[in-house]
């Protein structure tokens, strides 16, 4: 029996998130932490996302280096995917860099997008 793993994108803003939802061609969960991230969220969150594939798309600044450094820490199975320091934010990146990004991690985008 082939049980889909559920994916779950950690993404900082509401713009990150309806960048993906945009680019996202399959069922994907993607959550806010809006900017910084309690450690009681963050240990809850870990708790929710056990045997989940997890992704964190964090923008390419301070803010977003603080966000993966604590998830480092707390979820070290977590896949970090990077967008280009060019575009610095999520938000702010083309959608064709977006749908790249998320291909190589295995995640379906739509192909308006390749």
Do not use: W
């Not at 450690?39 to 929710?48: A, I, P, R």
């Not at 964090?58 to 320091?85: C, I």
């Not at 575009?87 to 985008?109: G, K, Q, T």
Request: proline share 3%; charged share 30%; aromatic share 6%.
């Amino acid at each position: 029996m082939n049980v889909e793993v559920e994916k779950v994108i950690i993404v900082e803003g509401k713009t990150d998130k309806q960048k993906l939802k945009e680019v996202i061609s399959e069922p994907v969960t993607i959550i806010c932490t809006n900017g910084t991230i309690s450690t009681s969220k963050l240990d809850q969150l870990v708790d929710e996302l056990l045997g989940k594939d997890v992704y964190i798309l964090a923008d390419s600044d301070d803010a977003g280096d603080k966000l993966r450094k604590q998830f480092r820490k707390e979820f070290p199975e977590a896949l970090h995917l990077f967008v280009d320091r060019t575009y610095r934010e999520v938000a702010a990146s083309p959608s064709a860099h977006i749908a790249s990004i998320l291909l190589a991690a295995n995640i379906d985008v739509h192909s308006k997008y390749l």
